[in-house]
T-cell receptor, first 115, second 118 residues
Framework: GNSVTQMEGPVTLSEEAFLTINCTYTATGYPSLFWYVQYPGEGLQLLLKATKADDKGSNKGFEATYRKETTSFHLEKGSVQVSDSAVYFC??????????????FGKGTKLSVKP | GAGVSQSPRYKVAKRGQDVALRCDPISGHVSLFWYQQALGQGPEFLTYFQNEAQLDKSGLPSDRFFAERPEGSVSTLKIQRTQQEDSAVYLCASSPERTSGIFTDTQYFGPGTRLTVL
């Protein structure tokens, strides 16, 4: 079945450090890929998405590229801020094969950024 | 505009009690999803509605879980005879419309209901 694996946290970085959170997936078809973010005390928010191979999603300085050959969708940011402290979830969604498009999530990676 | 809202935000139940969790999706959104998020885990799919039709309930963990969306807007997730393992955050998400092919609609999540079963 479909699944998402992302690096375990917590990840602790100093402000302005480079961030990478690894995400790989297993899917039978051609999924769309997402990164969601959950700030403390808030609900899940879509951070970025990519719907086909080689697409790059970007938002708020974060980027992720859909790599079909490595089945990966790693999240990167060149310079993190304290306000980026949150839990980040990688997810996939498939519309074919009878799927209704429900999201399949990784376990989440908690990021803490220190000033 | 208003986002997805859920109520109550927190619910404490004694084992064996029945609970009802409400979701108000974004107005006009056709699709509605329920997810369960255990502590320290990612959300897991429970069930899906397209308007009032429940098209997928494959993620419901037992027959104690029941969901409805009778008028195609507000949805209620009901858990009968709650057990300790039901303790989790229950998330509701809505999206505008189903599409085919490789395009997938963004899902908009509510803040969740944290259920604690004692």
């Amino acid at each position: 079945g479909n699944s998402v694996t992302q690096m375990e946290g917590p990840v602790t970085l100093s402000e302005e450090a480079f961030l990478t959170i690894n995400c790989t997936y297993t899917a039978t078809g051609y999924p769309s890929l997402f990164w969601y973010v959950q700030y403390p005390g808030e609900g899940l928010q879509l951070l970025l998405k990519a719907t086909k191979a080689d697409d790059k999603g970007s938002n708020k300085g974060f980027e992720a590229t859909y790599r079909k050959e490595t089945t990966s969708f790693h999240l990167e940011k060149g310079s993190v801020q304290v306000s980026d402290s949150a839990v980040y979830f990688c997810a996939l969604s498939e519309m074919d094969g009878g799927s209704q498009g429900n999201l399949i999530f990784g376990k989440g990676t908690k990021l803490s950024v220190k000033p | 505009g208003a986002g997805v809202s859920q109520s109550p935000r927190y619910k404490v139940a004694k084992r064996g009690q029945d609970v009802a969790l409400r979701c108000d999706p974004i107005s006009g959104h056709v699709s509605l999803f329920w997810y369960q998020q255990a502590l320290g885990q990612g959300p897991e799919f429970l069930t899906y509605f397209q308007n009032e039709a429940q098209l997928d309930k494959s993620g419901l963990p037992s027959d104690r879980f029941f969901a409805e969306r009778p008028e195609g807007s507000v949805s209620t997730l009901k858990i009968q005879r709650t057990q300790q393992e039901d303790s989790a955050v229950y998330l509701c998400a809505s999206s505008p419309e189903r599409t085919s092919g490789i395009f997938t609609d963004t899902q908009y999540f509510g803040p969740g209901t944290r259920l604690t079963v004692l």
